[in-house]
């Protein structure tokens, strides 16, 4: 823990795999920007690895005023004790206010650790970031330009905005695909810290044996249209229909849980909670009730079309366009539409 | 080589079975009309340790920070094969967040004598993941987390196969370690049915309290104290009193304990509110769906 500094930078890990930045980094410098020109302080971003400081301008790019670079030959590869040691160490050195890192495998793996270390808060999974001020009624007192970390909680029905007024940094991990990507300015220059590193093979228990990455299958957060598909589209079989449809509007199939769940689509598709957030122009839920878990990950689509054969569906609640009806008569009509206009 | 597992479990609302009263009208949550359940990825974890009980011996022991109330889910782990279930139940934990509920599980954990402590990856309550990496931080162990496969512990070393998400990854680790277990694991065994009758009447001792004071309306607090005495007593020879630690006995620090030790406090909690849009019913005829696709094809969403 360290003592709250107002003066503190707001920092962002940089996760970095075999020297490419990961997306969720530069979504995260985005609103770190503007948290800290709110606050009028500095970004700054946290570049670990070896051989990355080539990174770094890429970072100033997306919003970093500042990078610490920390290299070393035993920070090549990820380690969950390694990294958090060394961020430990940077954080009691510079005292940020603010730090956040992805929601990742990686960031889910390493903050918390670092926050175990460093006694200080950490909220998971953060769908929104904002600066304002808490009130303590009991002790009389007003906080202020704190870090609201707001997430979903309880299976995602209900909004938690969680802050931590004492025990600083204060600290938070950020969903992927939540907050916009921003445009990079290449003409825009930041400084660039390199740091002194120590490390024993001691802090590296883990020995990686085998390591296997598969891409994803589907590209869901790049895609302007999703289709997807819920258990009410009933089989594997007649998820064709999904994919059909899809395939007309240049589309991304997506799925429920509960499709996922039923061995309808791969799971790479879940759109949702435990799944990828997506904020397309069209979103078309084709048999889908709209599950609170399922609509965290949507809601916040352009257009929404929903079909469905039961009128009081959740899903109706937040659709644009509202189609009651059996999808086997409504998709292949909507397919056939589609392809007409051309 | 037999290996001592030890299993941090949680009693969670079944927030999957979520209903129109779950919720209070001032947007709180009303726990007390949701099923309390055993946190289903600590299933997992106390699977796989019985796994390793099972392949190398060992013993196999469950503990849970919670109210009286948790006694039910350390049961349900006698009943499956744990050898010892402790309840760590103090006023003072209220309120903990997860680097308090690190720090006081990690208190317990230094009482015991393990090799590997296993949890499930996250709890469905809140879902952040946590307290494991927090509590092996806090022992100084290492931690392997989203542990899908178990592959072999030999020579002090385990070795175990991660899910991470976008691939796998097989890593090896010297002992003692952290696990975090996820739902793809194992399939959780059932009850065993001699577990089962031999445990049904293990209680902790703030349970048989409890149960005095129910039945017993009347009794002064003096002989309340007589009869638990008695009870326990009883219980204590059968081998069914369950271990109960408080925060003293932990020595724990109460700087970092419950309300107090949580950096992390509620700003403001809201519920979901689902937001009216601008919506149209659209009959699902051809003609109606074929303007709708115009519609979309004008205002340049299909392009």
């Given at each position: 823990?360290?003592?709250?500094?107002?003066?503190?930078?707001?920092?962002?890990?940089?996760?970095?795999?075999?020297?490419?930045?990961?997306?969720?980094?530069?979504?995260?410098?985005?609103?770190?920007?503007?948290?800290?020109?709110?606050?009028?302080?500095?970004?700054?971003?946290?570049?670990?690895?070896?051989?990355?400081?080539?990174?770094?301008?890429?970072?100033?790019?997306?919003?970093?005023?500042?990078?610490?670079?920390?290299?070393?030959?035993?920070?090549?590869?990820?380690?969950?004790?390694?990294?958090?040691?060394?961020?430990?160490?940077?954080?009691?050195?510079?005292?940020?206010?603010?730090?956040?890192?992805?929601?990742?495998?990686?960031?889910?793996?390493?903050?918390?650790?670092?926050?175990?270390?460093?006694?200080?808060?950490?909220?998971?999974?953060?769908?929104?970031?904002?600066?304002?001020?808490?009130?303590?009624?009991?002790?009389?007192?007003?906080?202020?330009?704190?870090?609201?970390?707001?997430?979903?909680?309880?299976?995602?029905?209900?909004?938690?905005?969680?802050?931590?007024?004492?025990?600083?940094?204060?600290?938070?991990?950020?969903?992927?695909?939540?907050?916009?990507?921003?445009?990079?300015?290449?003409?825009?220059?930041?400084?660039?810290?390199?740091?002194?590193?120590?490390?024993?093979?001691?802090?590296?228990?883990?020995?990686?044996?085998?390591?296997?990455?598969?891409?994803?299958?589907?590209?869901?957060?790049?895609?302007?249209?999703?289709?997807?598909?819920?258990?009410?589209?009933?089989?594997?079989?007649?998820?064709?229909?999904?994919?059909?449809?899809?395939?007309?509007?240049?589309?991304?199939?997506?799925?429920?849980?509960?499709?996922?769940?039923?061995?309808?689509?791969?799971?790479?598709?879940?759109?949702?909670?435990?799944?990828?957030?997506?904020?397309?122009?069209?979103?078309?839920?084709?048999?889908?009730?709209?599950?609170?878990?399922?609509?965290?990950?949507?809601?916040?689509?352009?257009?929404?079309?929903?079909?469905?054969?039961?009128?009081?569906?959740?899903?109706?609640?937040?659709?644009?366009?509202?189609?009651?009806?059996?999808?086997?008569?409504?998709?292949?009509?909507?397919?056939?539409?589609?392809?007409?206009?051309? | 080589?037999?290996?001592?597992?030890?299993?941090?479990?949680?009693?969670?609302?079944?927030?999957?079975?979520?209903?129109?009263?779950?919720?209070?009208?001032?947007?709180?949550?009303?726990?007390?009309?949701?099923?309390?359940?055993?946190?289903?990825?600590?299933?997992?974890?106390?699977?796989?340790?019985?796994?390793?009980?099972d392949k190398f011996g060992g013993k196999v022991t469950v503990i849970t920070m919670g109210l009286p109330a948790a006694g039910a889910i350390l049961r349900q782990s006698l009943y499956r094969g744990a050898d010892e279930a402790i309840l760590i139940t103090d006023r003072r934990c209220?309120?903990?967040?997860?680097?308090?509920?690190?720090?006081?599980?990690?208190?317990?954990?230094?009482?015991?004598?393990?090799?590997?402590?296993?949890?499930?990856?996250?709890?469905?309550?809140?879902?952040?993941?946590?307290?494991?990496?927090?509590?092996?931080?806090?022992?100084?162990?290492?931690?392997?987390?989203?542990?899908?496969?178990?592959?072999?512990?030999?020579?002090?070393?385990?070795?175990?196969?991660?899910?991470?998400?976008?691939?796998?990854?097989?890593?090896?680790?010297?002992?003692?370690?952290?696990?975090?277990?996820?739902?793809?694991?194992?399939?959780?065994?059932?009850?065993?049915?001699?577990?089962?009758?031999?445990?049904?009447?293990?209680?902790?001792?703030?349970?048989?309290?409890?149960?005095?004071?129910?039945?017993?309306?009347?009794?002064?607090?003096?002989?309340?104290?007589?009869?638990?005495?008695?009870?326990?007593?009883?219980?204590?020879?059968?081998?069914?009193?369950?271990?109960?630690?408080?925060?003293?006995?932990?020595?724990?620090?109460?700087?970092?304990?419950?309300?107090?030790?949580?950096?992390?406090?509620?700003?403001?909690?809201?519920?979901?509110?689902?937001?009216?849009?601008?919506?149209?019913?659209?009959?699902?005829?051809?003609?109606?769906?074929?303007?709708?696709?115009?519609?979309?094809?004008?205002?340049?969403?299909?392009?």
């Amino acid at each position: 823990m360290i003592p709250v500094n107002r003066n503190g930078e707001v920092w962002v890990f940089a996760e970095q795999h075999e020297g490419k930045l990961e997306d969720i980094s530069l979504e995260l410098l985005g609103r770190a920007r503007m948290l800290g020109d709110k606050l009028g302080v500095k970004v700054a971003s946290v570049l670990i690895g070896d051989n990355v400081k080539s990174l770094a301008k890429e970072l100033c790019h997306y919003g970093a005023d500042k990078v610490y670079v920390l290299e070393h030959p035993l920070l090549e590869h990820y380690q969950a004790n390694s990294y958090a040691r060394v961020i430990y160490n940077l954080i009691h050195k510079y005292e940020p206010q603010i730090m956040i890192y992805g929601a990742s495998p990686c960031g889910r793996d390493l903050a918390p650790r670092v926050a175990s270390a460093a006694k200080a808060g950490l909220t998971a999974d953060c769908t929104d970031l904002q600066i304002g001020d808490h009130e303590d009624k009991q002790a009389n007192t007003v906080h202020k330009n704190l870090l609201l970390q707001i997430r979903p909680a309880f299976g995602g029905n209900i909004i938690a905005t969680i802050i931590n007024y004492d025990r600083w940094p204060q600290m938070a991990t950020v969903r992927e695909g939540v907050m916009p990507m921003p445009e990079p300015q290449g003409n825009r220059k930041g400084e660039i810290i390199e740091e002194e590193v120590h490390l024993t093979q001691d802090e590296l228990p883990l020995e990686i044996l085998k390591e296997h990455k598969q891409e994803k299958k589907v590209n869901l957060k790049a895609s302007r249209i999703i289709v997807s598909g819920g258990a009410g589209v009933g089989s594997k079989e007649n998820f064709r229909l999904i994919w059909d449809l899809a395939n007309s509007l240049g589309a991304a199939p997506g799925a429920t849980r509960a499709a996922v769940d039923l061995g309808f689509i791969d799971r790479d598709h879940q759109v949702g909670q435990t799944g990828t957030t997506v904020r397309p122009s069209l979103y078309i839920a084709v048999g889908i009730s709209g599950a609170i878990q399922h609509q965290a990950g949507m809601s916040d689509s352009q257009k929404i079309i929903a079909v469905n054969s039961d009128p009081e569906a959740p899903i109706f609640d937040i659709a644009h366009y509202k189609i009651i009806g059996d999808l086997n008569e409504v998709v292949p009509k909507m397919i056939k539409a589609i392809k007409m206009r051309v | 080589m037999a290996y001592n597992c030890v299993v941090p479990i949680k009693q969670v609302p079944d927030t999957k079975r979520i209903t129109g009263d779950a919720m209070n009208d001032d947007g709180t949550v009303n726990r007390g009309s949701l099923p309390a359940i055993f946190n289903p990825e600590d299933l997992n974890a106390l699977e796989m340790a019985l796994s390793i009980k099972d392949k190398f011996g060992g013993k196999v022991t469950v503990i849970t920070m919670g109210l009286p109330a948790a006694g039910a889910i350390l049961r349900q782990s006698l009943y499956r094969g744990a050898d010892e279930a402790i309840l760590i139940t103090d006023r003072r934990c209220a309120a903990s967040d997860t680097l308090a509920t690190s720090y006081i599980l990690s208190c317990a954990v230094r009482k015991l004598d393990y090799d590997i402590v296993l949890c499930g990856r996250q709890a469905i309550d809140g879902d952040t993941a946590q307290v494991g990496p927090q509590l092996a931080e806090k022992l100084g162990i290492p931690q392997i987390t989203y542990v899908e496969e178990l592959l072999d512990i030999a020579n002090g070393k385990i070795s175990a196969k991660r899910n991470m998400g976008n691939g796998w990854q097989e890593v090896k680790c010297r002992l003692p370690v952290l696990l975090t277990v996820i739902d793809e694991a194992n399939e959780p065994r059932v009850a065993i049915a001699k577990k089962l009758m031999k445990y049904k009447n293990a209680r902790t001792p703030i349970e048989i309290q409890m149960q005095l004071k129910e039945d017993n309306p009347d009794a002064s607090e003096d002989e309340l104290a007589a009869l638990a005495k008695g009870k326990i007593g009883t219980l204590t020879e059968k081998d069914l009193v369950i271990k109960q630690w408080d925060l003293d006995f932990l020595g724990a620090d109460l700087e970092w304990c419950g309300r107090d030790g949580s950096p992390t406090k509620v700003h403001r909690i809201q519920s979901v509110v689902l937001t009216a849009r601008d919506s149209k019913t659209v009959e699902p005829s051809e003609q109606s769906i074929s303007d709708m696709i115009h519609e979309l094809i004008s205002d340049k969403t299909i392009s």
